[in-house]
């Protein structure tokens, strides 16, 4: 029998530690990639290694020879991953005889799986490999570096493709090409650390906090500025990040303090709030009274926007001077604000409600030119007055809204002041039908005006908004696709784990050491215990993916697989290898 070795990582000496999870990726564009003083010890491998002492390992197991199948993993069927001294390069060798396609899926497959922990250190590994072993630039092969779960997630190693490897040939792809976009991922990552932090119980702020309140429960103060006085409601409020019991998500707490409820009614006016869902305005979850801070506090309950801040942190300066102000938000993300600001008074108006807080300190930012209405409801509770002044409010919107937009565009609250200076300068730095909406906000007449008016004036700019809005969607989802794979994988890897060596079943010789389970236990070792020539593990995702895509597509490329003890060999297409899968599973699942 010939001897074909799939030869995927010589010299390639990561620990497989407990805790494991998949780490940096990289391309392989040559041999000998790691430094074998930056690995891990290999002591940890071993079974008796302080880190490794798993409980129920059977004391047959401990003590049975070493398992050095190194011809396990002959091929019979045509395989990209062959031997480095391959006379042709393996990716020409690979591109004549798979379609692009298939190798996509592939590696994208792997691409999706490292996405959430990964981290690329691409830069040293190619222009190093490519200076000492030029003729393997076009290896196709990628693997993934597993590394310690306690290791944090490194954002500045997560380099772009520098432009000595982004030159390259149309059969080639750069790894980031099957990653999510790599700031979008960094956002992602940000913000769910964010939403997962947690204030240290022994931190001075921790202790004069209720362990509780309602259904709430790990309060974290999200504002840590000292005035608690706020200018906008006239109580001293606080804010804290808190998770809920009922489903362990995080929120966010207003507590307005020492507000006593003179009436019930006043509470419930939230409740048309809690039913208004809006793209660009922050959900009300619920209101309530409570003292579990020992006072008499009134706490609104919203959705938790990780990271955001508010258009008059990003855009004001605290000074009224004009000397001192910022330069005003560009126009574009100007009109991408009104028009979502619009929309949100269009569908509270709508509502028979009225915003009444247009401010910039309460419009938070909460992603790349997306603002939200923060605090809704508020006032309708704490300045109740049963909705008898409903219409007035809505007209106090539109003003309100004309005066946010003069402050954003003059860079201070203050320009509101003198509005025939601000509105000169915004002549002169916007387009003239800037100030056509904010003399159609801010002119007083006899009747009322409706935010209809301003959206038909605004028209152009709202149907431009939403076409880049659904640019913006069709980005997201083809972000998204590239991530899809994971799941497939992830669910064939169930099931064979499932299949695969069950402890009840060890004794019952027609489970595992015959037909179907039997093939699958090979197939097992086929994909995760290859070794080198010298018998070391090949730690190869790369490999692993592939086999698994090929499973999943059950195509009619054929392996060898081979018995640990070497007596027998068997001939196996990936469709029959699926057919196992399925009967197997099958029967497992009817036994349950
Ligand atoms: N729903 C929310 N999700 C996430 N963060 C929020 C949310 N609401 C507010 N924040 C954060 O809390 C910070 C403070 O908000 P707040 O409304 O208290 O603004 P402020 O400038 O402190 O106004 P005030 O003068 O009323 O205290 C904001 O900058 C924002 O980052």
């Not at 430094?35 to 891990?40: A, Y």
């Not at 020409?92 to 990964?118: I, K, L, P, T, W």
């Amino acid at each position: 029998m010939s001897r074909i070795l799939v030869f995927l990582a010589s010299n390639y000496g990561r620990s497989l530690e407990p805790g494991l999870q998949i780490g940096p990726c990289f391309i392989r564009t040559g041999p000998n990639q790691f430094n074998p003083q930056d690995t891990p010890d290999r002591q940890k491998l071993r079974y008796d290694s302080p880190e490794f002492k798993p409980s129920n390992i059977s004391h047959g197991v401990l003590n049975a020879p070493s398992f050095v199948p190194s011809n396990l993993a002959s091929h019979v069927g045509f395989n990209s991953f062959e031997a480095f001294d391959s006379p042709e390069p393996a990716y020409a060798g690979y591109e004549q005889r798979h379609s692009q396609y298939e190798h996509d899926q592939m590696v994208s497959g792997f691409a999706s799986m490292g996405v959430s922990n990964s981290s690329i250190y691409l830069p040293d590994l190619v222009s190093q490999s490519l200076n000492d072993h030029p003729q393997q630039m076009n290896q196709p092969l990628i693997r993934l570096w597993i590394c310690d779960q306690s290791i944090k997630l490194q954002y500045h190693l997560y380099n772009p493709p520098l432009p000595h490897v982004s030159n390259m040939g149309p059969q080639q792809k750069p790894i980031h090409y099957f990653f999510m976009d790599e700031n979008l991922r960094e956002t992602l990552q940000r913000r769910s650390e964010a939403a997962q932090q947690l204030l240290d119980p022994n931190a001075p702020e921790a202790a004069n906090l209720p362990s509780e309140v309602h259904v709430y429960h790990s309060l974290s103060p999200i504002d840590d500025k000292p005035e608690r006085h706020s200018k906008v409601f006239g109580f001293p409020t606080c804010i804290y990040k808190a998770i809920s019991a009922l489903d362990g998500k995080p929120y966010v707490l207003r507590r307005i303090e020492g507000f006593r409820l003179l009436t019930d009614a006043a509470i419930s006016s939230v409740e048309p709030w809690r039913r208004l869902k809006h793209s660009s305005i922050v959900s009300v979850r619920e209101a309530f009274t409570t003292k579990a801070f020992g006072d008499n506090s009134l706490i609104f309950v919203y959705d938790y926007h990780p990271l955001s801040t508010t258009l008059s942190a990003k855009y004001l300066s605290a000074t009224p001077l004009r000397a001192n102000a910022k330069p005003g938000v560009p126009e574009r993300s100007l009109w991408s604000y009104i028009v979502q600001i619009s929309s949100a008074i269009k569908a509270l108006h709508s509502a028979g409600l009225a915003a009444r807080i247009l401010e910039p300190s309460k419009i938070l930012v909460t992603g790349k030119n997306r603002v939200r209405l923060n605090c809704c409801g508020i006032f309708d509770t704490i300045n109740f007055d049963g909705g008898k002044s409903m219409l007035q409010f809505q007209q106090d919107d539109l003003v309100n809204f004309g005066r946010l937009i003069v402050a954003l565009a003059c860079g201070a609250l203050a320009s509101v002041h003198n509005l025939p200076k601000s509105l000169e300068h915004i002549s002169r730095s916007y387009s003239p039908d800037l100030k056509n909406v904010i003399l159609l906000l801010l002119s007083k007449r006899n009747s009322y005006k409706s935010i209809d008016e301003v959206l038909t004036m605004i028209m152009p700019r709202v149907v431009h908004e939403m076409s880049t809005a659904h640019g913006q969607s069709d980005i997201l989802e083809s972000e998204l696709t590239r991530e899809t794979e994971n799941g497939r994988v992830v669910r064939l890897l169930c099931k064979l784990g499932f299949i695969n060596e069950r402890p009840e079943f060890d004794l019952d010789p027609s489970w595992s050491e015959t037909g179907d389970r039997y093939l699958l236990k090979l197939f097992r070792d086929y994909v995760f215990h290859q070794v080198d020539e010298l018998g070391n593990p090949v730690v190869d995702v790369g490999h692993v993916l592939q086999c698994l895509n090929k499973l999943d597509a059950g195509v009619d490329e054929k392996i060898m697989l081979m018995s640990r003890d070497e007596q027998s060999c068997l001939i196996v297409s990936y469709k029959d290898l699926k057919q196992c899968v399925d009967t197997s599973f099958g029967h497992l699942s009817r036994t349950l």
